[in-house]
């Protein structure tokens, strides 16, 4: 089996890369370190990097995918190993146009509570995606968004893939995806679009989410948001509606 995270951004991302700190090849090596075999660097609207990330990415015995996080309406969906990629503010038409058997398409954070989560976005063109994601930001108790995730992927039949959304290397090795297939890009894609995956996931603690909040760059305005969202969530499990962590972490 394995181990693969197809989210990823690098500090030549256009949208991000003010506040990410590590280099493609940074995170390669981390990845190597953290026993990550598949790695997709999915950048804001554009593919920053060249074929060496590719070949330094095999000698570290990791297989990298292409990748991009488009733009759909404001919304947020990963395109992996497109031989063309779209433009990466696009229609769901123009990703339909440049997809290949050989590329997947992943929803991206769905249900998340934010104008980036593409859920009316994936329910409208579900034929179109091959995967929903389980994000790696969350805690214990906000997990109700990956849960609604999980429940939405059943009913229509989707696989779901663990991705841990690096904008920081400590967020990596904490949420991924067991990938039944060898280590070979078409034999990844066929795999993951035949759910012949597990989640393996473990949530981060709320020092680690304010930290992440803060480090990003978020505004005042943001975190004054969070903060009060996060005290809702504690009143009300406190309350005994507690919600529920979804999967054990799996060593």
């Not at 940074?26 to 953290?34: K, P, R, S, T, V």
């Not at 292409?66 to 990703?95: Q, S, Y």
């Amino acid at each position: 089996m394995l181990r693969g995270d197809f989210h990823h951004h690098i500090d030549s991302d256009p949208a991000d890369g003010y506040f990410v700190h590590h280099s493609a090849g940074n995170l390669i090596d981390h990845a190597a370190a953290m026993g990550i075999q598949v790695l997709a660097i999915t950048c804001h609207e554009s593919v920053p990097y060249d074929g060496d990330a590719t070949r330094y990415a095999a000698r570290r015995w990791v297989t990298l995918l292409r990748g991009m996080e488009a733009t759909v309406k404001g919304h947020h969906v990963l395109l992996l190993n497109f031989p063309e990629f779209p433009p990466g503010v696009c229609t769901m038409a123009d990703i339909a146009a440049a997809k290949t058997p050989d590329a997947l398409v992943i929803a991206a954070h769905p249900f998340y509570p934010a104008g980036i989560a593409g859920a009316a976005t994936l329910a409208a063109h579900h034929e179109l995606f091959d995967a929903v994601e389980f994000s790696g930001l969350y805690t214990a108790l906000t997990a109700r968004f990956n849960e609604h995730a999980l429940q939405y992927a059943g009913t229509v039949g989707l696989p779901v893939v663990g991705n841990s959304d690096t904008h920081f290397l400590w967020q990596m090795g904490r949420t991924y995806t067991l990938i039944d297939a060898p280590p070979h890009p078409t034999a990844i894609i066929e795999a993951i679009r035949l759910g012949r995956t597990h989640l393996v996931t473990r949530p981060l603690s709320w020092t680690q989410l304010l930290h992440f909040i803060v480090e990003s760059g978020s505004t005042m305005m943001t975190l004054r948001d969070g903060l009060k969202y996060m005290l809702r969530i504690v009143q009300r499990s406190r309350s005994g509606q507690q919600m529920a962590y979804i999967h054990p972490r799996i060593d």
